[in-house]
């Protein structure tokens, strides 16, 4: 069993930044891979960016220039770190661990089994 708790979601204007948290608990250590997803309302859940257990990255098209995930080992906590943030960022944000040994798609939401309850990120222009 593994729990995942987002943290640092709010409201910022255009251009704006956010640092998202997400800490995880329980058993951990044999998760394969860990990342960020995304939903806005009315479209589908999608893989924001995912880091496995070597530290290699996976970043969105739509993000990979400003946005970077990272990992505190120590502390058992993963970050999303969001920079010039636009409204067609605006999405509930999730963090979500997979335990399975390949994933066929590091980014495709079914390929993870454990979910956080989400946090809220809103973008104003």
């Known amino acids: 069993q593994v729990q995942l708790v987002e943290s640092g979601g709010g409201s910022v204007q255009s251009g704006g930044s956010l640092r998202l948290s997400c800490a995880a608990s329980?058993?951990?250590?044999?998760?394969?891979?860990i990342g960020w997803f995304r939903q806005a309302p009315g479209k589908e859940r999608e893989g924001v960016a995912v880091?496995?257990?070597?530290?290699?990255?996976t970043y969105a098209d739509s993000v990979q220039v400003r946005f970077t995930i990272s990992q505190d080992n120590a502390k058992n906590t993963l970050y999303l770190q969001m920079n010039n943030l636009k409204p067609e960022d605006t999405a509930m944000y999730y963090c979500?661990?997979?335990?399975?040994?390949?994933?066929?798609?590091?980014?495709?939401?079914?390929?993870?089994?454990?979910w956080g309850q989400g946090t809220q990120v809103t973008v104003s222009s």
């Open positions: 329980g058993h951990t250590r044999r998760n394969y891979c």
């Open positions: 979500a661990a997979s335990s399975h040994s390949v994933l066929f798609n590091p980014l495709s939401p079914t390929e993870y089994n454990y």
């Open positions: 880091i496995d257990s070597d530290g290699g990255t």
